[in-house]
């Protein structure tokens, strides 16, 4: 079935620099959307782009659309501590069940 | 403005014990419905959907079950439970389908 799939799995950096995630799926949607979790905690919707949409900006957050090769990025600039946390791409099925399908995320650390 | 509780927040049981995980949902009506379970370290799979009272879509087959009693309020089950059940259990309702989904804080599991 379709997935979005993140990449990379976990990636470490410093406060003050940009982190880029991207994701991949394999059928026609009608958007995607991101999400974040804390450790142990539920889940936070970020931003959802619409398929006919190629760009959307959300404070410090940047989200990117190529349907052309089915992939996403979510681009987190002038990173914080904070941002610590496990980042999600939801995509539906592109049909009328509207169910998202949630890829294994990744695993952001941004050391102090 | 929109709630959604889970409870318990953890929970231990023995294997072939029975389960139920209460979800509410408050200043909404008329909500999609979702259940989730994340393995460790892995996304989430949809267990259960519901656009209505009584109305139950399974995902996944299994010895988990769902009920929708009253419009906001959706109970996950099981009769007896396996130690593959063990996770972490997450409830999410949206207004319409593809638009953004919101969580709830979860229930961690231990089957043993």
């Known amino acids: 079935s379709q997935q979005g799939e993140e990449d990379p799995q976990a990636l470490s950096i410093q406060e003050g620099e940009n982190a880029t995630m991207n994701c991949s799926y394999k059928?026609?949607?009608?958007?995607l959307q991101w999400y974040r979790q804390n450790s142990g905690r539920g889940l936070v919707h970020l931003i959802l782009i619409r398929s006919n949409e190629r760009e959307k900006h959300s404070g410090r957050l940047r989200v990117t659309l190529d349907t052309s090769k089915k992939s996403s990025s979510l681009l987190i600039t002038a990173s914080r501590a904070a941002d610590t946390a496990s980042y999600f791409c939801?995509?539906?099925?592109?049909?009328?069940?509207?169910?998202?399908?949630f890829g294994k995320g990744t695993k952001l650390s941004v050391k102090p | 403005s929109q709630t959604i509780h889970q409870w318990p927040a953890t929970l231990v049981q023995p294997v072939g014990s029975p389960l139920s995980l209460e979800c509410t949902v408050e200043g909404t009506s008329n909500p999609n419905l979702y259940w989730y379970r994340q393995a460790a370290g892995r996304g989430l799979q949809l267990l259960f959907y519901s656009v209505g009272i009584g109305q139950i879509s399974s995902e996944v087959p299994q010895n988990l079950s769902a009920s929708r009693p009253q419009d906001r309020q959706f109970i996950l089950s099981s009769k007896k439970l396996l130690l593959s059940d063990s996770g972490f259990y997450l409830c999410?309702?949206?207004?319409?389908?593809?638009?953004?989904?919101?969580f709830g804080p979860g229930t961690r599991l231990t089957v043993l």
């Open positions: 939801a995509t539906d099925h592109g049909g009328s069940q509207g169910n998202l399908i």
């Open positions: 059928t026609s949607i009608n958007n």
């Open positions: 999410a309702w949206s207004k319409q389908i593809y638009n953004e989904q919101f």
